[in-house]
């Protein structure tokens, strides 16, 4: 304000020099005056004041083209000038303000973390060595299998590889890689000690392969027993087995359904023939029970001889007699079977029998199967045989049913 206006004045009232001298003797304050400056005096001592007011600006001394005031030239140039000189604190090069603000982030000096995060910190300019044989996240590949790994995971790796090598357990020479390791003792370990390939058989010979390949050559003979010792008792388990089969096809149920076939040519056989008898399969009562057998003489036997069909029960031998009551008291029937088409019409014919407790057939047979049977010597006339369908398709139908009841079909 007070420079406007001296030139205001100076335009106007410069002719007047005692007005000139009054306004220059008046007193002012620093133009810098808000920005703290105490100054005050006669305006004409201003101009000096203000070659040397610390709140002044003046061209910067590094001469960048800035003004300013003299209280901040030394930050100025010490921080912001961007004439200043300044050190890069990391290569401690020294920079013009502008060069060092470009140069920062570049520095190669400047440690800054692994682009891998492996954590460390390195000099930018070593990254790259360091990426490539320091760090620990750098992909190497296993000495082994060759695949590949971060360098801090390949040792954990190569303790488990599968190429790794590993001693043999046989102590033989060589490390044979770990998925090798198998067919190695199998086939090609030195110092393993494999069985002779006659173990199964009961030889306990072991030795390296050489010794296995003579053994087995010398021992022909001995292993020859061995294998004909096994012969002999598989054998005999197959008889225990075929024993066992037999059991548990057993007929235990009490009653047998007797098929005769070729019904003609057996009939014509027995006419011809003295005594020909036919005998059923075995059966028993019950499973520890009685052992039985049916035999039928188509041509009949003693008072039915070629008259009639004779049919007779036999006890067999049985393994529970032992345990059995004698005689034998089970009632015991004897069902030819008509077959005609219409079962309403069918007229079987049943014979049944008591025991008779005295009659020696009834007690325990010895071990010679008994000759002598209990029967009908009369069972059914070979007239009767004709009359209706007893014989159908050459086959011939025959129960024979024993129970404990003594219920008497007649
Ligand atoms: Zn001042
Ligand atoms: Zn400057
Ligand atoms: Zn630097
Ligand atoms: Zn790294
Ligand atoms: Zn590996
Ligand atoms: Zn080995
Ligand atoms: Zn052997």
């Known amino acids: 304000m007070i420079k406007f206006i001296i030139s205001k004045i100076k335009k106007v009232i410069y002719p007047d020099p005692e007005s000139e001298k009054a306004i220059m003797g008046s007193v002012v304050y620093c133009i810098h005056h808000k920005e703290g400056c105490q100054w005050s005096d006669e305006l004409r001592k201003l101009k000096a004041h203000l070659n040397t007011c610390k709140h002044d600006a003046v061209l910067c001394a590094a001469h960048c083209g800035a003004m300013i005031p003299r209280v901040l030239m030394q930050d100025h140039l010490r921080y912001t ?3 200043r000189r300044a050190n890069c604190e990391h290569c401690h090069t020294e920079f013009s303000g502008s ?3 470009e140069h920062q982030g570049n520095c190669g000096h400047e440690p800054i973390y692994c682009e891998n995060k492996c954590g460390a910190k390195v000099q930018r300019r070593h990254t790259q060595q360091h990426l490539q044989q320091h760090c620990s996240k750098r992909l190497v590949p296993c000495r082994h299998c060759g ?3 971060t360098q801090d995971t390949v040792c954990a790796h190569g303790e488990g590889c599968a190429r790794a090598p590993v001693p043999c357990p046989q102590r033989c020479a060589a490390p044979v890689p770990r998925d090798l390791l198998d067919a190695h003792l199998r086939d090609h370990c030195t110092a393993a000690a494999l ?5 199964d058989a009961g030889c306990r010979f072991k030795g390296s392969r050489q010794a296995v390949e003579r053994h087995t050559e010398e021992s022909c003979a001995q292993h020859l027993c061995l294998v004909s010792a096994v012969a002999a008792r ?3 388990q197959l008889d225990a087995l075929r024993a066992a089969v037999a059991r548990l096809s057993l007929n235990c149920t009490g009653a047998l359904v007797w098929r005769i076939a070729d019904w ?3 009939m014509a056989e027995a006419k011809c023939k003295d005594g020909v008898e036919l005998v059923s399969p075995a059966f028993y009562t019950s499973q520890y029970g009685y052992k039985l057998q049916a035999s039928l003489f188509l041509n009949g036997n003693g008072a039915g001889e ?6 007779y029960i036999k006890i067999l031998p049985g393994e529970y007699d032992a345990l059995l009551r004698w005689p034998f008291a089970h009632t015991v029937s004897f069902t030819l079977f008509d077959q005609s088409s219409s079962p309403d019409r069918a007229c079987n014919i049943v014979e049944s029998f008591v025991p008779d407790p005295t009659w020696k ?3 325990r047979p010895s071990k010679e199967p008994d000759a002598l049977g209990f029967g009908f010597p009369r069972f059914v006339s070979h007239e009767m045989l004709k009359k209706r369908n007893f014989v159908k398709d050459d086959i011939m139908f025959l129960r024979v049913k024993v129970d404990p009841s003594k219920i008497v079909a007649v």
């Open 264 to 266: 003609t040519a057996k």
């Open 147 to 149: 695949q590949k790994y």
């Open 306 to 311: 070629s008259t009639h069909m004779s049919v």
């Open 195 to 199: 069985p002779c390939s006659f173990r």
């Open 81 to 83: 000038c961007p004439r």
């Open 99 to 101: 060069a060092l603000e």
């Open 361 to 363: 057939n009834f007690q």
């Open 234 to 236: 598989q054998a005999r």
